[in-house]
């Protein structure tokens, strides 16, 4: 027995017994982005993104000269 989880993947596993709360953090791995990218001076922004909000199919990619274009981009 290795214990209770603490990073898989580079993903911070946090288990609140108490709670019973699972929080899952991809903290390590957005650093590592930033760092890689060049991004370290960049200044932070917001996203506004309505809670809840479900995306579906019909707003992904429809046309193979869309996903070739996309494909180009870096993020």
């Given at each position: 027995d290795l214990g209770e989880i603490k990073w898989l993947l580079g993903l911070k596993i946090d288990?609140?017994?108490?709670?019973s709360i699972t929080s899952i953090l991809q903290t390590a791995y957005i650093d590592a982005m930033v760092k890689h990218f060049g991004l370290t001076d960049a200044k932070p922004v917001t996203t506004l993104l309505e809670p809840g909000m479900m995306l579906g199919?019909?707003?992904?990619?429809?046309m193979?000269?869309?996903y070739d274009e996309m494909c180009n981009v870096p993020y």
């Open positions: 288990y609140k017994r108490e709670s199919n019909d707003q992904s990619l429809a193979p000269k869309q």
